[in-house]
């Protein structure tokens, strides 16, 4: 007997590590980027008092829909269906420009995403290739692989995936295709498998291709980038930012954004300027965190997770 999909909670990954870095002020104007199913924003709330606000934002219909109930017994919270990219939208909107006091982002897939076999993210349930966050709008996988031409395909695995099969795999993808649709993720996982002359015993053989094209399809790392440059703009002096990073790609844009942001405009070293004339928007808060055993041991799908902070400075 097989077990219903869509079973397992999320499980809010560094929660109160997350929580204790933001520095809640209770009064204070916050920014949940990816709801998922409210986890850090039901922490985030509880340390709001009448006064605070939170702004939560998911690109996923499905975690509106399960926060819809929160929402409805909390004024607090402002929850729209929404791509993080429409940051500076939103708290215009909410006239909080240059008054939010943190921004949290936990990025890539939620438990409910990815126990979902409908949603096609995983290639441990046999499911339809859809692999879209936001369901309403743009193309499914399955769609995109039957149209992509070799080369491109081989470049999205190696470039989003680290996949140095890639050539092999997108070559056996764009020849399958002309005798069959690809249409499924036990399909596609497979045609990766058969592609590889080698496997990593520690991984599943479709581990990094499925990482890859959900990257691609959702355009994670040019929304994050995006996300980033306009959490600057919004946060208030002292305000903080935690992201919350599964992978080594996304981690690298965070870690180069804050470093960039904290080290300051660079300039020639020979030009006449003094100290105080080099804006330092960002400083870094404390060292990358990472789970402990302990919290891998409970959710595994924690072990990759890394917690980096930076707080807005006052002189920006
Ligand atoms: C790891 S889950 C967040 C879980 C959440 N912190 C909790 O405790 O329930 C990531 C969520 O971010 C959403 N997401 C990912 N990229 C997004 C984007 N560019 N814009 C908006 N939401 C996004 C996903 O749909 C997913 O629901």
């Given at each position: 007997?097989?077990?219903?999909?869509?079973?397992?909670?999320?499980?809010?990954?560094?929660?109160?590590?997350?929580?204790?870095?933001?520095?809640?002020?209770?009064?204070?104007?916050?920014?949940?980027?990816?709801?998922?199913?409210?986890?850090?924003?039901?922490?985030?709330?509880?340390?709001?008092?009448?006064?605070?606000?939170?702004?939560?934002?998911?690109?996923?219909?499905?975690?509106?829909?399960?926060?819809?109930?929160?929402?409805?017994?909390?004024?607090?919270?402002?929850?729209?269906?929404a791509?993080?990219?429409?940051?500076?939208?939103?708290?215009?909107?909410?006239?909080?420009?240059?008054?939010?006091?943190?921004?949290?982002?936990?990025?890539?897939?939620?438990?409910?995403?990815?126990?979902?076999?409908?949603?096609?993210?995983?290639?441990?349930?046999?499911?339809?290739?859809?692999?879209?966050?936001?369901?309403?709008?743009?193309?499914?996988?399955?769609?995109?692989?039957?149209?992509?031409?070799?080369?491109?395909?081989?470049?999205?695995?190696?470039?989003?995936?680290?996949e140095?099969?890639?050539?092999?795999?997108?070559?056996?993808?764009?020849?399958?295709r002309?005798?069959?649709?690809i249409?499924?993720?036990?399909?596609?996982?497979?045609l990766?498998?058969?592609?590889?002359?080698?496997?990593?015993?520690?991984?599943?053989?479709?581990?990094?291709?499925?990482?890859?094209?959900?990257?691609?399809l959702?355009r994670?790392?040019?929304?994050?980038?995006?996300?980033?440059?306009?959490?600057?703009?919004?946060?208030?002096?002292?305000?903080?930012?935690?992201?919350?990073?599964?992978?080594?790609?996304?981690?690298?844009?965070?870690?180069?954004?804050?470093?960039?942001?904290?080290?300051?405009?660079?300039?020639?070293?020979?030009?006449?300027?003094?100290?105080?004339?080099?804006?330092?928007?960002?400083?870094?808060?404390?060292?990358?965190?990472?789970?402990?055993?302990?919290?891998?041991?409970?959710?595994?799908?924690?072990?990759?997770?890394?917690?980096?902070?930076?707080?807005?400075?006052?002189?920006?």
């Amino acid at each position: 007997m097989s077990l219903p999909s869509c079973t397992l909670p999320h499980l809010p990954v560094l929660r109160d590590e997350t929580i204790a870095a933001l520095h809640i002020q209770p009064g204070g104007r916050y920014v949940d980027a990816t709801f998922g199913r409210g986890g850090h924003s039901t922490a985030i709330l509880a340390k709001l008092n009448a006064d605070g606000q939170l702004l939560a934002l998911d690109q996923d219909p499905q975690a509106i829909a399960a926060g819809q109930a929160l929402a409805a017994q909390d004024a607090r919270l402002h929850l729209y269906h929404a791509a993080f990219d429409s940051l500076a939208l939103h708290i215009d909107k909410l006239g909080w420009s240059n008054q939010v006091n943190g921004i949290l982002l936990d990025l890539g897939l939620s438990s409910p995403q990815l126990d979902d076999a409908q949603r096609g993210f995983s290639f441990q349930h046999d499911g339809p290739l859809d692999m879209r966050m936001d369901t309403t709008c743009g193309e499914p996988l399955w769609a995109w692989l039957a149209r992509v031409d070799e080369r491109t395909l081989a470049n999205v695995i190696y470039q989003y995936g680290e996949e140095r099969w890639s050539r092999r795999i997108a070559r056996l993808i764009v020849e399958t295709r002309t005798q069959t649709p690809i249409l499924t993720t036990s399909q596609l996982a497979a045609l990766v498998a058969r592609a590889q002359p080698r496997v990593d015993a520690h991984k599943h053989p479709a581990t990094r291709t499925f990482q890859a094209l959900r990257i691609f399809l959702n355009r994670e790392l040019s929304q994050l980038e995006s996300v980033l440059a306009q959490a600057l703009t919004v946060l208030a002096p002292g305000g903080r930012i935690a992201v919350i990073s599964f992978h080594s790609l996304e981690d690298r844009i965070v870690k180069q954004f804050f470093r960039r942001h904290a080290q300051g405009d660079s300039f020639p070293p020979d030009l006449p300027l003094l100290a105080q004339e080099i804006t330092h928007p960002l400083r870094l808060v404390g060292k990358p965190l990472q789970p402990n055993p302990a919290q891998i041991q409970a959710n595994s799908r924690a072990r990759s997770a890394r917690l980096r902070v930076a707080e807005k400075q006052s002189t920006s």
